[in-house]
């Protein structure tokens, strides 16, 4: 039998097959398209930013038409009086001018007792937690020593003294609010010039967009209510105040320590109250159903005096109390889970690029695209269904559903159901690795360095027979 003669290849057939065969041109192609899978990938996180951001934005909305975050000061003693001062008008003589000042004092004694009910609204898909408050607010004054302060006692005008009850938010006061003095009860008048301002930095969630962790907004409450005192001299003085009021508000309630020694226990129906602010409680309590939290702070831990006459003090820096969060934030797990797509992408062509090379199948670049794009289609399974059934569930159902709709279509180019049932087990290996960092917030960066370790070892493993420079093929291994 003759051998038929086959010409030889010319430079273009050369060159084409060389393309088609080269190691490093299939991986610059894989690179190539992971980088092409990045533009999708960030279009996704911005739409979950954009989803978070709308949340919040329902979150406003209903704290906004409820009551918005409460900050609250124990009452706070004002006591007007004469400043008289001597002007030298020359050859008309020396002139004395009188003008009204005031002096704020600040109790010695402040015990504040509450008990939160909170309830969660419901705005289409999103929830807000809302909450109404009964609480009682004991504060004991001191006379102030007007000698040391160098104020002539002529000069106090005790019948123009009053107290003043900041409250961030008027609209959250459900009830008549008891204001009693030495045991008398006290008509109030709600007001927006308190002067003083009880200053609440508020964080919020996002990153990106208007509600942002690292991007702050204050609160200044100058609003509250004035108790007019009716004394007629120091005699009169009786600083035992009690306040008892109903307050609603939303997500927080918060407290500004204006007490030598501030004194705060709290209760509520809730399972996961977030304990904030510039002090922790000394002692808290979390059950199924309910906690019980109590602080104890001192004139020494805060950044304002004891009393001033300074317009618009500030009563900053030192508020702490509960926010009363939401036991499951979709949109951040959510968040987080996509910012290791660029990760699961990567492993997942990685492997089937060692599987190219290692069992001699190949794989198109358009089945690399195809693939992909069902690992970037997982993000929205997994943002549309946690807003419906929450994260867990929804990270389930998302991973189920890629890895079966993966596998299945790798059955049109693997062929060997062995390989397949290989793929399909790495794929639940890196999706439940990526689901147990995101579980274990406080412990995810050891274990995604462990895990990433581990497989790099693994990848050093499978492809240590591959020969990179022998033969310069997809599928050619040493024996």
Not at 332 to 346: A, D, F, M, N, P
């Amino acid at each position: 039998m003759e051998t038929e003669n086959v010409p030889p290849l010319n430079v273009f057939e050369r060159f084409n097959r060389w393309i088609e065969e080269s190691i490093m041109i299939k991986l610059f192609s894989i690179g190539f398209l992971v980088l092409l899978l990045l533009l999708p990938a960030s279009w996704i996180q911005d739409l979950m930013y954009e989803r978070e951001s709308r949340a919040e934005g329902v979150i406003q909305e209903i704290s906004s038409k409820w009551s918005g975050s409460q900050t609250l000061a124990s009452p706070i003693l004002v006591v007007p009086y004469i400043v008289k001062e001597k002007i030298d008008r020359g050859k008309d003589g020396i002139e004395i001018t009188e003008h009204t000042e005031k002096y704020f004092f600040l109790p010695e004694k402040l015990s504040i007792t509450g008990d939160i009910v909170p309830d969660v609204r419901h705005r289409g898909i999103f929830d807000a937690v809302v909450y109404t408050s009964d609480l009682t607010i004991l504060s004991d004054f001191e006379l102030p020593d007007f000698d040391r302060l160098n104020i002539s006692s002529d000069n106090i005008l005790w019948d123009d003294a009053y107290m003043i009850f900041p409250v961030t938010d008027l609209r959250g006061i459900s009830n008549a609010l008891s204001f009693t003095v030495g045991g008398q009860e006290k008509a109030t008048e709600p007001s927006n010039n308190l002067g003083v301002s009880v200053k609440k930095i508020v964080p919020l969630n996002s990153d990106r967009y208007a509600y942002s962790d690292n991007t702050e907004y204050s609160q200044l409450s100058t609003s509250g209510v004035i108790a007019n005192l009716n004394w007629k001299t120091a005699a009169d003085f009786n600083g035992q105040t009690i306040v008892k009021l109903s307050l609603k508000g939303s997500q927080r309630l918060n407290f500004v320590p204006t007490g030598k020694t501030t004194d705060v226990k709290l209760t509520g129906k809730w399972n996961n109250p977030s304990f904030d602010g510039e002090f922790l409680p000394e002692s808290h309590q979390i059950t199924d159903s309910t906690f019980t939290a109590n602080w104890n702070v001192l004139h020494y831990n805060r950044p304002f005096a004891q009393q001033w006459k300074t317009p618009d003090e500030k009563l900053s820096s030192s508020d702490f109390g509960v926010k009363l969060i939401l036991p499951v934030d979709q949109y951040q797990k959510s968040i987080r889970t996509s910012k290791y797509g660029q990760l699961i992408i990567i492993l997942t062509f990685m492997a089937l690029f060692l599987v190219e090379i290692t069992r001699k199948v190949r794989i198109h670049p358009f089945q690399y695209i195809l693939i992909g794009a069902a690992l970037i289609i997982y993000y929205t399974l997994l943002l549309s269904f946690s807003e419906q059934i929450g994260y867990n569930a929804a990270y389930a159902v998302a991973s189920v559903s890629t890895v079966v709709l993966v596998s299945l279509y790798s059955l049109s180019f693997l062929k060997d159901k062995g390989l397949v049932a290989l793929f399909t087990s790495l794929l639940v290996v890196f999706y439940t690795f990526i689901f147990v960092i995101i579980l274990q917030q406080d412990f995810s960066l050891i274990i995604g360095s462990i895990g990433l370790f581990l497989i790099v070892g693994a990848l050093m493993y499978f492809s240590r027979k591959v020969s990179w420079y022998k033969e310069n093929k997809i599928g050619t291994t040493q024996g």
